[in-house]
């Protein structure tokens, strides 16, 4: 009853609209270069600065960082290593390792986690008092996938083509990163943000943000190929959507420093299937994306059994008490 209820309440309003995203292009062929765009230099932005704004981390939140790294690090050894038994091709062990390590956290991930913790159990009155700490740890999280997968994924997709001055100057040009350090910046300050235009605007962003980000997801994934599945696709999804979530719940254990609502968050942020973005390196840089994308499309699909499974245990292992 309660997977149910994730499925319902959680998992089927994303997919409906990455549906509706899919059926627009269908018949209207959208510009996908623009939704990228807009999702990137502008809804992402405003969702890390807002929830970086309403919600000051702690000591123990910022763990999540060096958290983060070092599953995505983990991962990337791990899935270089299993890479070895199913191909011996330089680039497809790149792409492997790609799928297997770098998530789809900045557009599905994020989305995710606003409706989470916006019903029950962590809502009640119409009051969300867990939603601001949520979706900042998740904005904490949110940045450094954004930056690991624009450098480390992309640079495993093109592999000779950057070198390492360029992949640092990329850290610098990822928007999220400066939407963070403005919102610290006003923190500090002690300016208030309540009484202006922009306050409001933000306030009810969360909806159009949940909106933008799966329709693009659902463009995205209209422009790729069907999948065909080999044991190559089977094994990157398993290690991303089974293994990464064992992973994250060893490193929870080992920092034992987070709040449940932070162990929650990353529980959900390491279950988050592959990288949507990897699709569009493939697209630009592969003679023959076909392998990488199906990979990333299996991963999504397979998330609608997997993410269910691990938001309910994330709520049996970090009960949140209202």
């Keep these: 009853m309660v997977l149910l209820e994730i499925l319902w309440n959680d998992i089927f309003p994303l997919f409906v609209f990455i549906g509706c995203g899919w059926f627009l292009d269908s018949k209207f062929k959208l510009d996908i270069s623009t939704y990228t765009k807009l999702t990137i230099y502008v809804v992402l932005p405003c969702f890390v600065f807002f929830s970086m704004y309403k919600y000051q981390p702690t000591p123990a939140d910022l763990a999540l960082l060096p958290a983060g790294l070092i599953l995505l690090a983990l991962s990337y050894v791990i899935s270089q290593g299993i890479s070895h038994f199913f191909t011996g091709n330089p680039t497809k062990r790149s792409d492997f390792s790609a799928v297997s390590t770098f998530s789809n956290a900045g557009h ?13 159990p962590f809502a009640s009155g119409g009051e969300t008092p867990c939603l601001d700490e949520a979706m900042g740890n998740m904005a904490l999280l949110m940045i450094l996938m954004n930056i690991a997968a624009n450098t480390w994924g992309a640079a495993l997709i093109r592999r000779k083509q950057e070198n390492l001055k360029n992949l640092f100057l990329m850290v610098f040009k990822a928007p999220v990163l400066y939407a963070a350090m403005l919102a610290v910046l006003i923190r500090v300050s002690g300016f208030s943000l309540e009484g202006t235009f922009v306050y409001p605007v933000l306030h009810h962003f969360t909806g159009a943000f949940i909106v933008l980000v799966t329709i693009t997801i659902g463009v995205q994934l209209h422009r790729t190929h069907r999948v065909r599945l080999n044991g190559f696709m089977t094994a990157a999804a ?20 987070f709040s449940p609502i932070a162990s929650q968050v990353f529980l959900i942020y390491a279950a988050i299937p592959s990288s949507i973005m990897l699709v569009l390196y493939g697209a ?19 998330s609608v059994f997997t993410l269910p499974l691990v938001i309910y245990l994330a709520g049996m292992l970090f009960p949140v008490h209202l």
Aim: zero cysteines; glycine letters at 4%.
């Design 108 to 120: 599905l991930g994020a989305a995710l986690v606003v409706l989470v913790f916006s019903h029950a």
């Design 284 to 302: 630009e840089y592969r003679e023959h994306p076909a392998l990488l994308t199906q990979a990333v499309i299996l991963s999504i699909l397979a």
């Design 238 to 257: 398993t290690l991303k959507l089974i293994l990464s979530p064992l992973l994250a719940l060893l490193l929870i254990s080992l920092f034992g420093t």
